[in-house]
């Protein structure tokens, strides 16, 4: 079975700019959550997804957007990018919204 | 509410030498507990995790680690590391049945010769 795949997995943008991340769950998985990584720190959670619903939020600004297609793939958008946006997201599926989570590589975003 | 603190930021080790990364956790209800594993410009890797039952759990790679409810604990240990087990350890919290993981800030592991 494939794994969760994440897409670019390097980014530039300029602050003030738009980015939109991809992620593909893995085979059988309707659940997705998105993870902030930080350098040196540990991952904060951003929001999750659950066929097709936001099924819960972390401490994000609206500016943080996300959606999920019927597919169960996910997108992460972010607008108004600001210098403190660079970090590594992480896509990570499951089988549902109460089973374990299974992370992709990550997408490196730098804003400079 | 969860919260998850790792004690050391990095945990210097020789070559078959046992090791003990430190996690404590704070929550008001019943919790999920994992280890995962991150290698540099990769993703998280699941060790081992706690759902319920027998708190000594063992996980990938020879890891283990033991639920603590009196001591609110979940220390990971290996009884002898090879230098591949340099990398950066996180542990996590979620509220039983949530799956919303609360990260601690990373254990860095180093191997040495």
């Known amino acids: 079975e494939t794994g969760v795949t994440q897409s670019p997995t390097h980014l530039i943008k300029t602050r003030g700019q738009q980015v939109t991340l991809r992620c593909s769950s893995q085979?059988?998985?309707?659940?997705v959550s998105w993870y902030q990584q930080a350098l040196g720190q540990g991952p904060q959670f951003i929001f999750q997804y659950y066929r097709e619903e936001e099924n819960g939020r972390g401490n994000f600004p609206p500016r943080f957007s996300g959606l999920q297609f019927p597919n169960y793939s996910s997108e992460l958008n972010v607008n108004a990018l600001e210098l403190d946006d660079s970090a590594l997201y992480l896509c990570?599926?499951?089988?549902?919204?109460?089973?374990?989570?299974?992370f992709g590589n990550g997408t490196r975003l730098t804003v400079t | 509410a969860q919260s998850v603190t790792q004690l050391d930021s990095q945990v210097p080790v020789f070559e078959e030498a046992p090791v003990e990364l430190r996690c404590n956790y704070s929550s008001s209800v019943s919790v999920y507990l994992f280890w995962y594993v991150q290698y540099p410009n990769q993703g998280l890797q699941l060790l081992l995790k706690y759902l319920s039952g027998s708190t000594l759990v063992k996980g990938i790679n020879g890891f283990e680690a033991e639920f603590n409810k009196s001591q609110t604990s979940f220390h990971l240990r290996k009884p002898s590391v090879h230098i591949s087990d340099t990398a950066e350890y996180f542990c996590?919290?979620?509220?039983?049945?949530?799956?919303?993981?609360?990260f601690g800030t990373g254990t860095r592991l180093k191997v040495l010769a």
């Open positions: 996590a919290v979620s509220g039983a049945g949530t799956y919303k993981y609360i």
């Open positions: 085979s059988g998985h309707n659940t």
């Open positions: 990570a599926s499951s089988r549902d919204y109460n089973s374990p989570l299974h």
